[in-house]
């Protein structure tokens, strides 16, 4: 490099050290537009449940008719209610 080159390379990065990084000094807040959603849970949303293959069935967390799951049609009677109570147990995690 030639002498004028690193006195304009001194020069540049003197200038950008000395500089400060330039932040936003204020944050605009905006509303949302989109319509607030009840939680699955709180709100179950009506389904159309159709027809399974005969290996699935469908079973509910709530009631006759809310949050269904598909499980094994295999399961034993006792099965079927222990993994449901499993569901129940941690509805936050799925819904």
Known sequence: MRIQERVQAAVV?????SKPPEYPTAFEVFEST?????????APPSLELKELPSHLEYAFMDGDSDLP???SSSLTKEEKSRLIDMLKANKQAIV
């Open 69 to 71: 799951v598909i499980i």
């Open 13 to 17: 990065t003197q200038n950008l050290a």
């Open 34 to 42: 989109d319509p607030v959603e009840k939680p699955s849970v709180e």
